[in-house]
């Protein structure tokens, strides 16, 4: 038994740390007993004198790049005071002789101990790898031949070559491949014309029907609406709300245009609910099918609006329909991510239950799955609400109108005032539906 | 209840055997071939046997348990039964007809029309009332609404839930929650019940509620019900038989009183050290044939013994009855049967039955 007090190691101890050590174990051996009695910075001269090889060597890799970095800084102070012209150039070379001397010695103080932590790792998995080895030792010394010469000359030398002050760029290359991505849309947009055609044409007519409900019926009756609908998902409070969200958008002359962005959003929202769903679902219940999915949504979601809005001219033309398309890019990766959460989160045993009586996978689909995943499938149509708010001003910039283009208008004339104004009304939109929507999914 | 062996067969199983992993096959080929124990094929073939060569049946009516403790393949092996997990080998027969042979659409059907399955948690839909759970599998197979529901009524009457129809699973407590689970897996009217721990989750006085509820209902109405549970008292309790696992193994199956009063093994023995006996074992268990006794009565005392002022018990009375007789009257008892005096058991008998030794050592 070890004694607690001492905290020396036990015979098994000295063998794991044998195993572990491989070379040099007596000095190993007694410098982690000092550690493990608490004497933690034992100076190791082999660390101090071979610095980041040493590392590497014992496989401490995060001592091995700090060493590195600091021996790098150390090397260029001293190397700008032999070739570099320095005023000071001897004190410039103490200070960088002292700097190495320092940052080695550091290291070396807390050679021992890192190198104790690996020792504990080892020991709970032995996999890590353990010992000294060539190989390492190969690997460090090829990183510093690789970043050390370079890198002081760059810094230290007074004029350095081309090629390693700039990256040998090839500008043939991007505009080669850029211009092939040209001629590639124009390539689409003539021989898919009819296509893309009927898209905007149904695209274009939901809009109308939309903004025709949204904007052709009379705004008293329109008010009236959303206060009923406030009142029926979420409750009074929720009413007062929207009556003075509506009263700011009618007496500040924004109303038509709060109307258009709404019928906008909409169908933003209804394509994004009609593709997204179905494709949720069947990433839900196809693993392949979702990690191809996965980088895609990544993509749609991450991409600038701008860079796909110029192809989407192409295409679709300018106006709203476009400005849709764009929307649903950004607006339905949450869409998808929600209901394929949805229903991954249906607990099993309930699966189970409705095979054991006898539900075949479209009878589990349609009364257990789908039901239990609404208020996730809810939460992705609110957030899909959210983001197309926020692509409202980016569409305005294909002619969408709307609240977007008051909003980039007065950008465009610097109408900070102006600007303020619909920003808050595009705000004040947003929260119309969204507390409605969301009333909505927490009284089920 | 049906303890005679003319009672058909619904539920066999013969051979059975379930790997898991994804050289299942070859796994089974080293066991079969090869003998490799569990440790070897999880070494070799990284496979985990869950089942191992199970062989039972279960007759018309009976109530079957399967005990064993977590692990030991239990829950697994019932849901061979429907088919919730195909076998690596081996058949399982509903009534004549073969399981593993149905196609998926068949399979529904056998799920929804002749097996009910009650599980450890319920797993009630959440969304849906009680009375909607409990007409779920009429639903599966569209049965129309108004008679669905209807039915649904009279299963919750069965397990006395009127009243409660309208609420959601989560209102209810957890032992009416099973009791829902319960009239669920009837509502269809299946022959076979199959039972994965339904009354485990529950407190111990709820649950032995539950178990006299369920043993009631299962005497009205004569299921065979495949129970599965990790506490012997309790398929010691509802039981006809018991089947015994242990490892993916079945290690003994017998009445309650061949477990108790013949374990297999060390394993088994362990199990039922604790198990109280004064309900399960029988007077023939314990009794000597009347024959011999008489004859060794007369060799050491040299006149017959007297049978007329001995009390009586029937050969099935079980050891709290005869602990009675013994209490109030001196003579030992004469076993019966059928009118018959067929054996006796003397104090001496009875106390080392009581303890559970060999009675006539």
């Given amino acids: 038994m070890s004694n607690l007090n001492s905290h020396t190691m036990n015979e098994r101890e000295t063998e794991q740390l044998k195993d572990f050590l491989v070379s040099s174990s007596d000095y190993y051996l007694e410098q982690f007993n000092k550690i493990a009695q608490g004497h933690k910075y034992q100076l190791n001269l082999a660390a101090v004198f071979w610095g980041p090889l040493w590392a590497a060597s014992r496989n401490i890799w995060q001592l091995f790049w700090l060493l590195a970095v600091t021996d790098i800084t150390a090397f260029i102070i001293i190397g700008r005071s032999l070739w570099g012209g320095e005023v000071y150039a001897n004190a410039s070379l103490a200070l960088g002789l002292g700097i190495l001397l320092l940052c080695r010695g550091i290291g070396g103080c807390v050679a021992n101990l890192l190198y104790h932590r690996n020792f504990n790792q080892w020991r709970i998995n032995p996999n890590v790898q353990s010992g000294t080895s060539n190989q390492r030792a190969g690997i460090g010394m090829l990183l510093i031949a690789a970043t050390y010469p370079l890198t002081i000359y760059r810094f230290s030398a007074q004029e350095v070559v081309d090629f390693l002050a700039t990256f040998p760029t090839s500008r043939k290359i991007a505009s080669t491949t850029a211009r092939s991505i040209d001629a590639g849309v124009d390539w689409l947009t003539i021989t898919f014309e009819d296509m893309f055609d009927s898209i905007t044409w149904l695209i274009r007519s939901m809009l109308d029907f939309l903004e025709l409900l949204f904007i052709g019926t009379p705004w008293p009756v329109m008010a009236l609406l959303l206060l009923l609908m406030a009142w029926k998902s979420a409750g009074w409070r929720v009413v007062a709300f929207t009556a003075l969200a509506l009263a700011y958008l009618g007496f500040f002359g924004f109303w038509d245009k709060a109307m258009s962005t709404m019928a906008l959003v909409g169908a933003s929202v209804f394509i994004c609910l009609s593709i997204g769903a179905p494709l949720g679902i069947v990433a839900a219940r196809n693993p392949r099918f979702n990690a191809v999915l996965n980088p895609i949504l990544d993509i749609m979601q991450t991409m600038p609006s701008f860079v796909y809005l110029i192809p989407a001219i192409a295409f679709f033309s300018v106006g709203k329909p476009p400005a849709v398309l764009a929307t649903v890019v950004f607006a339905m990766p949450p869409m998808i991510r929600m209901t394929t959460l949805g229903i991954q989160q249906v607990s099993p045993s309930v699966i189970e239950a409705m095979e054991a009586f006898g539900a075949s996978p479209r009878q589990i689909l349609f009364k257990a799955q789908l039901p239990l995943a609404v208020p996730s499938i809810m939460a992705g149509i609110n957030q899909s609400i959210m983001m197309s708010l926020s692509m409202v001003v980016v569409a305005a910039l294909i002619g969408a109108g709307g609240l977007g283009y008051d909003v980039l208008f007065s950008l465009q004339h610097l109408e900070a005032g102006k600007g303020l104004l619909a920003g808050l009304a595009i705000v004040l939109c947003a929260m119309i539906m969204d507390r409605i929507i969301q009333g909505h999914h927490k009284s089920t | ?361």
């Fill in chain 2, 1 to 361: 209840m049906i303890k005679d062996n003319s009672a058909k067969t619904a539920i066999e199983c013969r051979n059975v055997w379930k790997i898991f992993g994804d050289r299942a096959d070859e796994a089974l080929e080293a066991v079969k071939t090869r003998g490799l124990t569990k440790e070897q094929i999880h070494q070799e073939y990284d496979c985990v046997v869950a089942v191992a060569d199970a062989t039972f049946d279960a007759k018309e009516g009976e109530i079957f348990c399967i005990m064993g403790l977590s692990g030991s393949g239990k829950s697994t092996l019932v849901r061979h039964i429907n088919r919730l997990i195909e076998p690596t080998d081996g058949d399982i027969l509903i009534g004549e007809q073969d399981i593993n042979a149905l196609n998926a659409q068949q399979l529904r059907q056998i799920r929804a029309e002749k097996i009910g399955m009650v599980f450890q948690h319920t797993a009630l839909l959440p969304h849906r009332t009680v009375r909607e759970n409990v007409a779920l599998s009429l639903e599966l197979r569209d049965v129309d609404e108004q008679k669905r529901l209807k039915v649904a009524e009279q299963k919750l009457a069965l397990v006395q839930l009127t009243g409660w129809e309208d609420r959601m699973p989560s209102e209810l407590s957890g032992g009416m929650q099973q009791r829902v689970g319960l009239a669920r897996a009837m509502a269809a009217d299946p022959e076979i019940l199959l039972m994965d721990e339904p009354f485990s989750a529950l407190d111990p006085l709820i649950r032995r509620q539950l178990q006299d509820q369920f043993l009631e209902l299962a005497r009205s109405m004569n299921k065979t019900t495949l129970f599965i549970t990790h506490d012997l008292d309790e398929a010691i309790r509802i039981g006809n038989r018991i089947a015994i696992m242990k490892d993916g193994e079945i290690v003994q199956i017998g009445t309650p009183e061949q477990i108790i009063t013949a374990p297999a093994n060390d394993y088994v023995a362990d199990f039922v050290k604790d198990i109280s006996r004064l309900k399960l074992v029988s007077a023939q268990t314990i009794m000597e044939p009347l024959a011999n006794y008489l004859k060794q009565h007369e060799l050491e005392n040299g006149h017959q013994f007297d049978l007329s002022n001995c009390p009586t018990a029937p050969h099935d009375a079980d050891l709290d009855y005869l602990i009675n007789l013994a209490v109030s009257h001196d003579s030992p008892i004469i076993v019966n049967d059928q009118q018959a005096p067929v054996g006796i058991v003397t104090k001496r008998q009875l106390l080392r039955g009581i303890q559970g030794g060999n009675a006539n050592e």
